[in-house]
């Protein structure tokens, strides 16, 4: 049990955290006063005191609390550590809700290529309209007999290749360290990405935003896409140049770009990918879904009960690594 408790800071929005969760998390406190600050001017008056941080961030509040000892993420991205790298030395343990989201970025991955390949966009504006639109047959597409190339394979990417597999797909996964893929999927790593992406229908970009993998995806990853490919990025916008893409797109190397996330969000009104006919966006909502605060609360008490025991946490994020 830790001696001289500080306080609980959340900073979730009340949508996420009302008078439920409090409870919840009360009874796991051990008489750790909780408070739940809405504004950043209410965050600061804590800084000194706070001892465990819940919420999506602001990022750049860990690095002012000096007695700050463990931050409890509820997303799975953490993007913060690019812009402030002085958290990687920092005392703070961080962990995240890793895992929570790989029913929901799988069915909003398999939404957005389904969306694509039957038409959807066209025929719900057409419905509108009142107009009854028939698309070509070259308008559509199946995904049986495809080939998928999942970049950042890991519990999402396992996920969406037991999807793919299920519709008849082929499927290449690329991480960073070879493992059992337990789906029948070919695993390769990183330095093997430029061929494989000439081999690929749909290629989906899952990857973290971390000093390694920012740009990964350029111009010349880009020409080297199989020409008609469509692509897929529910992971973070800077992992892709996005300029390169436009161009892939206006050229026909690629066939559609699905994006839940923009290198700049939101994304800009003046941005050409708002107009583009082969561009699908979604805003950055994939991991989204029903019940989400119970699933992250339940994250957060299991690890709240390994801290108070000084156990090791679940779900810890590497800060080197920046996942």
């Known amino acids: 049990m830790n001696q001289n408790k500080g306080i609980i800071l959340v900073t979730l929005p009340n949508e996420r955290f009302g008078s439920i969760e409090m409870e919840a998390l009360r009874s796991q406190a051990e008489g750790r006063e909780i408070i739940h600050a809405l504004d950043r001017p209410e965050m600061e008056k804590y800084l000194d005191q ?12 860990p690095a002012k609390m000096p007695n700050l000892r463990w931050f409890q993420l509820w997303g799975a991205g953490v993007d913060g550590l690019v812009a402030h790298p002085e958290l990687k030395d920092h005392a703070v343990s961080i962990t995240n809700t890793s895992g929570m989201h790989r029913d929901q970025l799988t069915e ?47 519990a999402i990417g396992e996920q969406t290749a037991i999807a793919a597999k299920a519709f008849g797909m082929k499927v290449i996964g690329i991480r960073r360290h070879p493992a059992n893929p337990g789906a029948d999927v070919r695993i390769e790593t990183m330095d093997k990405l430029g061929e494989l992406l000439g081999e690929a229908d749909y290629v989906v970009n899952i990857l973290p935003f971390t000093e390694e993998t920012k740009g990964i995806l350029g111009k010349k990853e880009f020409n080297l896409f199989k020409r008609g490919a469509v692509y897929v990025n529910v992971g ?30 939101p994304l800009p ?27 992250a609360m339940e994250i957060t008490l299991e690890n709240l009960k390994r801290y108070n025991k000084g156990q090791p946490l679940e779900h810890l994020v590497d800060k080197k690594a920046g996942y």
Do not use: C
Request: glycine share 8%; no cysteine; net charge negative.
């Open 50 to 61: 706070t001892e465990i941080l819940i919420g999506f961030g602001p990022w750049d509040l």
């Open 108 to 154: 909003h991955i398999f939404g957005m290529i389904l969306s694509r390949n039957r038409f959807f966009p066209k025929v719900f504006a057409a419905q509108k309209k009142h107009e009854w639109v028939h698309p070509k047959d070259s308008e559509t597409d199946v995904l049986a007999g495809k080939t998928m190339l999942i970049i950042g394979y890991g």
């Open 236 to 265: 973070r916008g800077p992992t892709n140049d996005e300029a390169a893409m436009m161009e892939a797109l206006k050229s026909g190397r690629l066939a559609a770009a699905l994006l839940d996330v923009t290198s700049v969000e």
């Open 269 to 295: 009104k003046d941005s050409p990918l708002w107009d583009m006919e082969n561009v699908i966006i979604t805003p950055h909502y994939a991991g989204t879904r029903n019940n989400y605060a119970a699933f």
